[in-house]
Structure formats: C-alpha cells, structure tokens
C-alpha cells in the first residue's frame, strides 16, 4: 500500500513523510487476556481496538479528532463503538483489520 499516493492530504500535513502504516494507525483484535489485570475493553463487545498515533493526533489536531471520533462513532458497520480515550477505541464489526485501518483513513483523508 502506497500510503503517501492514498493519502495525499494526510501526508502533506505529516512532518516526518518516510512513516509506515503502523507509525500511524494499529488496529489490533482484541481477545481475553487471562494474565492482564486491565481489560480496557470486553473482548466479547469489541473485537478489535482501534489506536490513532501521534503523527495522525498532530495531523488533525484536538478539534479534528473529536471530529473523527463522532464519524467513526456514525458508521453503520461498527456494531459497538467506544472511545475509552481520543485516540483509543474499541469496536465490534464484521470487517477485517484491513478493512477497518482503511475506513479510518479514509474518514482521516476526508477530515484532515
């Protein structure tokens, strides 16, 4: 994935531009974790944390990632949603990580 050709505006506000996916975004499946005493999200309610990167918080800005947060809150395709912080959310969807890391760059490109 070309990340600079898919996401122009993005890397145009990025100081660093020689940056990989996971510089930016992680998207991870979220599963019980029987030796974590913190289960930030309920694995049965979420089944992936989503984790927006400084580079992307400083892209957009404190304003903007309230706003990113409201639009990834409205997708249709998220059965659960919940920001346990601005940059931290947990999800329960059909799609897959790819899928995800795409939606939520692509509403980045569309807001930044």
Do not use: C, W
Not at 44 to 60: G, H, K, S, T
Not at 63 to 71: G, H
């Amino acid at each position: 994935m070309n990340l600079e050709a898919e996401y122009p505006k993005l890397f145009e506000k990025l100081e660093d531009k020689d940056v990989e996916l996971r510089h930016l975004l992680n998207v991870d499946e979220n599963y019980e974790d029987f030796d974590s005493e913190e289960y930030e999200f309920d694995f049965e309610e979420y089944n992936f944390v989503i984790y927006i990167a400084e580079p992307v918080q400083q892209a957009l800005g404190e304003a903007k990632m309230d706003e990113l947060m409201v639009k990834l809150h409205d997708k249709d395709v998220f059965e659960h949603f919940v920001a346990s912080e601005k940059d931290l959310y947990g999800v329960k969807s059909a799609l897959d990580g790819e899928e995800i890391t795409s939606l939520v760059l692509d509403q980045v490109e569309e807001i930044v």
